[in-house]
């Protein structure tokens, strides 16, 4: 029913500079969190007695800071995903501050299989600018812990961040290669609106996160990890040869995924939104024409905590017609290596006609798109223009998305 089950944890022990995720800063023991988990395990009961979690592959607890939880609540969780889901990869987001030995053993035994650590810099100056809670050496040495486990870990890096020079860049890069990490994602550092780094540089024209130097700190990277063995295969994803990550790949392919906690994002085809709207009398009825759904959770966490049913929660809901749903598939396909899916190509032929034949000669023609053996793939100009190679290709479904909320 779904192929990938996403549970969101937005507990976080500070928050960091430059964040506008959902999450909150909560203190360490903080009762809700154990409430909140056990919640979450509730909604997974439910969600698999709809028939909901039926071929799901992979898994990913994601934040905010999963490890926060803690070893007995997060061991607990995942417990509860594998007896429910029994995915293949089952993924926990860390950050190094939370990432005790005890956690991580508990992670393990449980039945995860990989860690994502949000390592961001191995520059201390620059963690402190992004007030991150760790330094350098402390994610050096929980990094190599958690490969010492034998679990698949990835790290997260950060680049046009303030202080960042091409040197400390390169550092990072090639200090997380040499931890032995199978998989790495970098991303440009965004200024939100609103965060305390956006306030800090009010006055400032921020040259070093400027999208030109937001482009050359990801060309850098691409150098380096791949003159050290990973090859790209996503705008920000890195990996050894079967190291990429299944779950993030579903996300770029129209697979259909349950997310499960505050502020979570669902996509159902028609089918799971029906039966999930079985348990949830006041889901609104799918327009006509509609052939996906897009539901987020707004409930708060304390509300979720205190009454997990499904059908209390408040959500907001998109639905999509077949071409909308195919324009998103297309860019989705944008983000990755391999591109657009021949069998994806053909019908948006089918439903755009000549439309999709113009844009695609458009973006051809101004280096956006290219063709590799018999593939429409992004190039690096498409990338780093990806506002408006994504755009031109979400543009050739017409009409409003329908949107409601419950
Ligand atoms: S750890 Fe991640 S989610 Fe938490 S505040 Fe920092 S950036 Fe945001």
Known sequence: ???????????????????DFASWATPAGDALMGAYACALGEQLEEAASLGLLEGCETAYVGGGTPTLLGEKDLGRLVEKIVAVAAPSELTCEANPDSLSDEVLLAVREAGATRLSIGVQS????????????????????????????????????????????????????????????????????????????????ADDPCAWNDP???AERMTEAQVALEARGYH?????????????????????????????????????DLEGYLRLRLRCPRLPRPPEDAVRARLTVETGRRELAADPRLSALSLSLEFLNEDQAVAEDLMLGARLVEGLRPELVVRARELFGARLDDTVDALLARGLLAERDGRLVPTEQGWLLGNELYGALWGLAPGEVASARC
């Open 232 to 268: 790209r295969y996503e705008v920000a994803s890195y990996a050894r040869a079967g190291k990429e990550c299944r779950h993030n790949k579903a996300y770029w392919t129209g697979s259909p995924y349950l997310g499960l906690g505050t502020g979570a994002s669902s996509m159902l």
């Open 122 to 201: 191995l520059d201390d100056g620059e963690l402190r600018e992004l007030e991150r809670l760790h330094d350098a050496a402390c994610a050096r040495e929980r990094v190599e812990a958690a490969v010492a486990t034998g679990l698949e870990v990835s790290v997260d890096l950060m680049c046009a961040t303030p202080g960042q020079t091409p040197a400390s860049w390169d550092r990072s890069l090639k200090g997380a290669v040499a931890l032995g990490v199978g998989h790495v994602s970098v991303y440009p550092l965004q200024i939100e609106e609103g965060t305390p780094l956006d306030c800090r540089f």
């Open 1 to 19: 029913m779904v192929g990938a089950l996403y549970l969101h944890i937005p507990f976080c022990a500070r928050k960091c500079a430059y964040c």
């Open 212 to 214: 030109e130097v937001q």
